[in-house]
């Protein structure tokens, strides 16, 4: 003889319907995971929505690099090598307790706005590009929690801190494209 099924009041079957659903959520995040982290990388390394890092100071004529352009505040060099401090910073704040970040504004802005020679310039390129790369590799590393408050921090995450990196960089790619432009030393499509 067959027992008759027990029928699930609706509010329990609901309830299963939607922890099954809570279950493949939760699998599927756990896959998505390398797609989020992918993205991350994707937006710090920039030139999807504008030109990235290298399109605007790969090209930059030594001449122009400590020029200040009217209604502009701040040079190539300037722009450079504070994107290089900044970047650095947040770097090291992610990843070492006892990094001291250094006086805010004037420790985040080179002291003169060119740099003493072709050297000095492409080192603080080539520096730039480092720190980008050690960043990327802190996201993509999946034994890091993007979102797990930095324990030597106030409330940050590495998530923050790369979308704050991201922002940053975007931001100032863009005054130093606006600076070349006025320069006129933008290639004009």
Request: charge should be positive; charged fraction near 30%; hydrophobic fraction near 40%.
């Amino acid at each position: 003889m067959k027992k008759a099924k027990k029928k699930r009041p609706p509010q329990k079957a609901a309830a299963t319907k939607i922890a099954k659903r809570v279950a493949g959520a939760k699998r599927e995040s756990k896959n998505d995971s390398g797609v989020f982290r992918g993205q991350l990388v994707e937006l710090l390394k920039g030139g999807h929505a504008h030109v990235d890092f290298m399109g605007a100071v790969e090209a930059f004529p030594a001449a122009k690099r400590g020029t200040y352009a009217q209604g502009l505040p701040h040079t190539g060099w300037q722009l450079l090598e504070h994107m290089r401090i900044a970047q650095w910073d947040i770097l090291e704040f992610s990843r070492n307790a006892k990094h001291v970040s250094p006086d805010f504004p004037e420790g985040y802005w080179p002291k003169t706005p060119a740099p003493r020679d072709e050297e000095e310039w492409l080192d603080s390129m080539a520096a730039f590009r480092r720190d980008l790369r050690e960043m990327i590799r802190l996201v993509e590393n999946p034994r890091i929690d993007l979102c797990a408050k930095i324990p030597h921090g106030d409330g940050q995450t590495i998530l923050r801190e790369a979308l704050v990196l991201a922002d940053h960089n975007s931001y100032h790619i863009a005054q130093i494209v606006d600076l070349r432009r006025a320069l006129g030393s933008w290639p004009e499509p």
